[in-house]
């Protein structure tokens, strides 16, 4: 049987190697020679890809660690590694990978990723164009317009709002996906950002009878980051408490300083709703792609559950973390904190 093994596995046409964790190749089947020749340094980077910071072989056996495959580039191909199977009861512990070519799977991946950013990103200028309409119809004080036409353009602009703010995240999301999202290094004054934020969506507010307040602490130090996507952040967060705030609620934006000794460690930015709240059960899920939960939205339809995973990775992207605190017919809290980076 020993010895049928091996000759079986040179049969397969899948590249196959087993690896130690010190990058030691133990064993390559006949694909992968062919594949990939005798010198594979880059196996060990792709081993340790797999199960990220946490020390390679730990992480194949983390329960629901997710992340069992990895794409590999070697001479311009693009492979995918699979773990089949860890060995650890050897002086050195090993893992099985198979690798498959899936270039041309990808190529076409990215092209349509492209296409699809591209074409949602070209709705937005007509979709300006027509909110632009929309709102110079609006403030036309002098044009007496029936009540009912006023009615019926107001929920013309909010529809255009909404179908704004999906196209918004479908094109954040889309970046995020293709890996093209990165953070730019400008200096952020966050109480200039949030009053920007707020100021976008004060009329919003104020027609839906909700008052949207901010207070910030003094003194609030810059950060280093991308202005333009904490805004994103902050006016996905702002959207969320107005679609589940009942009339006469409140909205508040607020800064904290968070201090260790004389440093400023972290600004802490909440923004805290009356609204519906969410269920204990629900929390934990909040950040994940296209979750959403029973809560019925007190104006519009549905969004993408989208909004709150791109948040997280806004934030995440700038060193810090997104939090909930919400109980159920009160309201809820969401806090972002992040990191102060000092001069180095
Ligand atoms: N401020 C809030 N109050 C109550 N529920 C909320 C609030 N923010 C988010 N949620 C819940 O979390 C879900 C996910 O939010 P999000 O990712 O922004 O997606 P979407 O807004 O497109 O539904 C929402 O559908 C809603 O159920
Ligand atoms: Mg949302």
Do not use: C
Request: cysteine-free; overall charge neutral.
């Amino acid at each position: 049987m020993n010895t049928i093994a091996p000759a079986l596995l040179d049969k397969i046409p899948v590249a196959i190697a087993v690896v130690a964790d010190t990058g030691n190749i133990q064993y390559r089947n006949q694909a992968f020679t062919e594949a990939f020749g005798l010198d594979a340094k880059w196996l060990k980077d792709a081993a340790r890809a797999v199960a990220g910071e946490r020390g390679w072989l730990q992480g194949f056996f983390l329960a629901g660690s997710d992340q069992l495959t990895t794409d590999v580039e070697v001479n311009g191909r693009i492979y995918r590694a699979d773990k089949m199977m860890t060995v650890t009861d050897r002086t050195e512990p090993t893992v099985a990978l198979a690798f498959e070519d899936v270039t041309a799977q990808r190529q076409a991946e990215q092209a349509k990723s492209d296409f699809t950013a591209q074409i949602v990103h070209d709705l937005r200028g007509p979709l300006s164009g027509i909110q632009g309409t929309l709102e110079f119809v609006l403030s036309q004080e002098g044009t007496k317009l029936d009540s009912m036409y006023t009615d019926l353009l107001n929920e013309a602009q909010r529809e255009s709002e909404r179908m704004m703010n999906l196209i918004n995240e479908i094109l954040d999301f889309s970046k995020i996906q293709s890996g093209s999202f990165t953070v730019e290094k400008e200096e952020v004054r966050v109480p200039a950002l949030l009053k920007r934020a707020i100021r976008s969506l004060q009329s919003v507010a104020s027609r839906d009878e909700i008052v949207l307040v901010s207070a910030h602490g003094r003194d609030v130090p810059q950060i280093v980051g991308s202005v333009e996507k904490l805004t994103q952040a902050i006016i996905n967060l702002i959207s969320n408490s107005l679609k589940f705030t009942p009339k006469k609620g409140l909205i508040s934006v607020g800064t904290q300083i968070m201090r260790d000794g004389d440093a400023t460690d972290a600004i802490v930015i909440t923004v805290t709703d009356s609204g519906m709240g969410i269920k204990a059960g629900d929390i934990n899920k909040l950040f994940d792609k296209y979750k959403q939960t029973g809560n019925k939205s007190f104006r519009g339809g549905g969004g993408t559950g989208l909004g709150l995973y791109i948040v997280k990775q806004i934030v995440e992207a700038h060193g810090g973390e997104v939090t909930v605190a919400s109980v159920e017919g009160i309201g809820t809290s969401m806090v972002l904190k992040l990191p102060v980076r000092r001069a180095a």
